[in-house]
């Protein structure tokens, strides 16, 4: 059973020291970031990667990225950096921000995958920014969620499923992001975005001159080489469309064709459904993101016979939202 350190109310970071040393010798560490949640081991360690591969059910060709604190230990994991690299972590980092770089073979090869590139991120979230620099050492970590399963932006949502298999599980709260970082690739001097996320393509371009959204948006029950699917137990439906009325009406539609639908709305139309349960995604794409993963387990608890979750509008944030519920969805409709 884990131990567990409760930050939630307090600000105690000088306790985080007895969890860094379980990072250096070789243990598993649930723990807040800013983004989501994550479940870390000492970067370096090609024992201590395994066990995270093993606790989440992770397929060993999806790499991990590393959590840094500072631009030495980036130095020392990353080679060849071009000026546009430094440019785009000067801008982003510390934050919801992992660029792919060129490895230095210090790097174990589990933790990239056998391939010669590594995935980079400072988090600004106050733990786990402490964690990493009393650890001394990269934190490889993952979003903490077993494999496939939605993200864990919250302690209590992810506590039953790794209370067994780490050693140390911190609360941090609520993570006030939600959503995973945005991952950017710079090929042929542009910056690639590989997963949409808190920064935005606008903000990339911005920096970079160019930018180019290279990544898919597929429903899980389409197989494809991306891991992530964010799966619920429950049948799940995404409705697209930029008319709010003609999107409300069709879910009404299809929810009355269901005996027990639960519907995930934004703040503006929970009252326009005739069903017995609906969520409020909230009014903000901000407020969307930061809660839409928990929102994803709180509709799938109830054992609905579908979830239907109403699409937002796809740009800035917004796009990382789509991207995620796309996935999480057996199924999307547009109208
Ligand atoms: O916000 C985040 O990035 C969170 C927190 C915990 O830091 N972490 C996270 O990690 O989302 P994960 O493993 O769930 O997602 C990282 C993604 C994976 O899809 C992986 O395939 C990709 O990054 N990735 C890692 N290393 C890569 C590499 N060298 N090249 C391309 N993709 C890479
Ligand atoms: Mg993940």
Known sequence: MAKVLDLKNDNEYNKLKEVAQIIKNGGLVLFP?????????????????KKIYIAKGRNENNPINLLVSNMEMINNIAKDISDLEYKLMESFFPGPFTIILKKKSIVPSIVTANGDTVGVRMP???????????????IAAPSANISGKPCGTNFNDIYNDFKDKVDYMID??????????????????????????????????????????????SPSNIPSSNYNH????????????NNNEK???????IANTYSYPVIISKHENINKYNVKTVIDMGTCLDEIAKN???????????????????????ED?????MNRLIKACDNFIKI
């Open 124 to 138: 600004s979230g106050i733990i786990a920014k402490e964690l990493v620099e009393l650890a001394g050492v990269p």
């Open 172 to 217: 941090g709260g609520d993570s006030s992001i939600g959503i995973e970082s945005t991952i950017v690739k710079v090929i042929d001097n542009i910056p690639h975005i590989l997963r949409p996320g808190s920064i935005t393509d606008k903000q990339i371009k911005k920096i970079a001159g160019k930018v180019i959204k290279d990544y898919k948006n």
């Open 247 to 253: 999107m409300v009406s069709k879910i009404n539609e």
């Open 317 to 321: 944030v917004g796009l990382a939202i």
């Open 292 to 314: 839409i993963f928990t929102n994803l387990r709180k509709a799938d608890s109830f054992s609905p016979d579908i979830v239907i979750i109403e699409g937002v509008k796809n």
């Open 230 to 241: 964010y799966t619920l137990n429950s049948k799940s439906l995404l409705v697209i469309s």
């Open 33 to 49: 970031t800013e983004t989501v949640y994550g479940l870390g081991a000492n970067g370096l360690d090609e024992n201590a990667v």
